[in-house]
């Protein structure tokens, strides 16, 4: 998303689905950020993101960190379907600059 990118952020995504799921994802949405795989659920779990309905897929979760690593903005949403719009993230992003 450039408009991010011009903030001086990057945007990636993390999953634990096969990487050939994720490669498709990639491609069918036109991704242009990284999409990272967490197979084992390590960092999901350890970020406290896992479904407790479903211990395979991770709740959509959005974080924006500061330069310091600090939380600024974290979303959890329940619904997959459900996700911010990236204006709002925008908006933390340049409340940050």
Do not use: H
């Not at 952020?9 to 036109?30: F, I, Q, Y």
């Not at 350890?46 to 600090?70: F, H, R």
């Amino acid at each position: 998303m450039p408009e991010i990118e011009k903030l001086g952020a990057e945007l990636w995504t993390v999953a634990p689905d096969e990487m050939s799921a994720l490669t498709k994802l990639k491609e069918n949405e036109g991704l242009t950020f990284p999409v990272l795989r967490d197979p084992e659920c390590g960092a999901i779990k350890e970020w406290g993101i896992l479904n407790q309905d479903n211990s395979k897929i991770p709740y959509p979760t959005a974080v924006v960190l500061d330069a310091d690593g600090v939380i600024r903005y974290i979303r959890v949403d329940v619904d997959y379907k459900v996700r911010p719009d990236p204006e709002d993230l925008i908006a933390v992003l340049r409340s940050l600059q």
